[in-house]
């Protein structure tokens, strides 16, 4: 069966810090993987998305993750947070499910920006 | 604007009372979900649909129905709502063979509250 665990319920950073939310999935072939992004009050929004071809992967709003085979990692990066990040970040990982492309969604991160 | 559109957005119910949730969506999506977001608990599925006229349970489907009559549409009936069915719901929809290409895009969700 296929998971996730976002090991970090709560975060907070200092805007213009660097930030790093973690991810790790459990899965018996190559994954597809994901990271939305929800605002309060709002769906989620897709920030990136990985399935194959290089490990690195850019997102919208500057965000960027990396695919460790080797860890079952699919962190999320950003160099500089700004005020707008603040945000709640679910990671989640897919796969073929008897025709049907199985996703399951972390428990979210929620990341808290200080001035 | 294209998109997936819910409705209602807020509704309080009684216990034991009945209503249907309408999702919607204008970009041709062949595969449609419903999840619950309950807090620590993340996202997850009580049923989806890989076309019209055809639905299927997902991990939580025990005291929700689903119908999609239209290709567009895809409803959520509470029979019998319970206080266990208070949640924040979201529809999500997605091409058919290319969730893992595109991801899904969420509704803004439906704040559900079982007195």
């Known amino acids: 069966a296929q998971s996730v665990t976002q090991p970090d319920i709560h975060i907070t950073v200092s805007e213009g810090a660097s930030l790093e939310l973690r991810c790790n999935y459990s899965?018996?072939?190559?994954?597809?993987l994901f990271w939305y992004v929800q605002s309060p009050g709002q769906g989620l929004q897709l920030l990136l998305k990985?399935?194959?071809?290089?490990?690195l992967v850019q997102g919208i709003k500057g965000f960027e993750a990396e695919f460790k085979r080797s860890q079952s990692s699919f962190n999320l990066r950003k160099p500089s947070v700004h005020w707008s990040d603040a945000a709640e970040y679910f990671c989640a990982v897919g796969g073929n499910s008897g025709g049907y492309q199985k996703v399951t969604f972390g428990t979210g991160t929620k990341l808290q920006v200080i001035p | 604007n294209a998109g997936v559109t819910q409705t209602p957005k807020f509704r309080v119910l009684k216990t034991g009372q009945s209503m249907t949730l309408l999702c919607a969506q204008d970009?041709?999506?062949?595969?449609m979900y419903w999840y619950r977001q309950d807090p620590g608990m993340g996202l997850r599925l009580i049923h989806y649909?890989?076309?019209?006229?055809?639905?299927a349970k997902g991990e939580v489907p025990d005291g929700y129905n689903v119908s999609r009559l239209k290709k567009q549409n895809f409803l959520l009936g509470l029979e019998s709502a319970a206080p266990s069915q208070t949640s924040v719901y979201f529809c999500?929809?997605?091409?058919?063979?290319?969730?893992?290409?595109?991801?899904?895009?969420f509704g803004s969700g439906t704040r559900l509250t079982v007195v």
């Open positions: 999500a929809s997605s091409y058919r063979p290319g969730a893992k290409y595109y991801g899904y895009t």
């Open positions: 970009m041709n999506h062949e595969y």
């Open positions: 899965y018996g072939a190559t994954p597809y």
């Open positions: 649909s890989v076309g019209e006229g055809t639905t």
């Open positions: 990985y399935f194959s071809g290089d490990t």
